[in-house]
């Protein structure tokens, strides 16, 4: 199997792995755009969300839950954090296999996320 993802979770390319179970394995991306840039990773391999089944409901819950206890023991639950699925090239995802990006951990109210030519300002809500 060519995926990156697999392999991680095969154990046959290294990773800094932050969570791991039965399911959901998640470690650090290796081109981090936040101070925590965490990947949380399904073990099945599901392309992207667009491959998503009715049967994968309980699958997809137990990640974002878990992502939700990694937000915590990081603690950016305090300060916020963002939760990004990219869906397809033009949505900007990379590698073929489902995964959810936890971003967070900056220290001022208002700053610019640059990911690609995309400018994302990160601030309040009016």
């Given at each position: ?10 154990k046959?390319m290294?990773?800094?792995i ?21 990947l949380?990773?399904p ?31 990081l603690?950016?639950?305090?300060t ?16 073929d296999h ?29």
């Amino acid at each position: 199997m060519s995926c990156i993802f697999c392999k991680i979770i095969n154990k046959e390319m290294p990773a800094e792995i932050v969570y791991e179970d039965a399911q959901i394995i998640a470690f650090k991306d290796i081109y981090p755009v936040a101070p925590a840039h965490i990947l949380v990773v399904p073990k099945k391999h599901i392309p992207s969300v667009d491959d998503l089944e009715p049967g994968d409901k309980n699958l997809i819950g137990d990640l974002l839950l878990i992502t939700q206890k990694i937000a915590r023991q990081l603690s950016l639950a305090k300060t916020g954090y963002k939760l990004v699925f990219n869906v397809g090239r033009g949505g900007g995802q990379k590698i073929d296999h489902l995964h959810l990006h936890l971003l967070g951990g900056w220290r001022i109210k208002n700053h610019k996320l640059k990911i690609k030519n995309h400018k994302l300002k990160i601030g309040t809500c009016h």
